[in-house]
């Protein structure tokens, strides 16, 4: 059974840090492409942060470079991707969601997770 499971989401003030985890199993995702997107309420989902599958190259959307740090550890069972949340602001309160390709940057997304909910308050 496939999963991507996140955790560590929550409430925190603006300016604070929060760490999400997302489990991956029931496939090599060693051998995939990982990603966070975020929706906000009333809006779409768009692109946060993706990482290659041998953590190489990291990439993020303008409104979180140099607050946001995608990583993974595939030594991990299972392989597990976080993303390092800092300075954070109240824009950034969304539905953070997980997803996994095996080739990145093709647009379309293989799985997807459950979402994890980050609120920022000002």
């Known amino acids: 059974q496939v999963q991507l499971v996140e955790s560590g989401g929550g409430l925190v003030p603006a300016g604070d840090s929060l760490r999400l985890s997302c489990a991956a199993s029931?496939?090599?995702?060693?051998?995939?492409?990982m990603y966070w997107f975020r929706q906000a309420p009333g809006k779409e989902r768009t692109f946060v942060a993706g990482i290659r599958k041998n953590g190489a190259g990291t990439y993020y959307a303008d409104s979180v470079k140099g607050r946001f740090t995608i990583s993974r550890d595939n030594a991990k069972d299972p392989v597990t991707v976080y993303l390092q949340m800092n300075s954070l602001k109240p824009d950034d309160t969304a539905v953070y969601y997980c997803?996994?390709?095996?080739?990145?940057?093709?647009?379309?997304?293989?799985?997807w997770g459950q979402g994890t909910q980050v609120t920022v308050s000002s």
């Open positions: 029931g496939r090599a995702f060693s051998m995939f492409a």
């Open positions: 997803a996994a390709n095996q080739n990145y940057g093709s647009g379309k997304y293989d799985y």
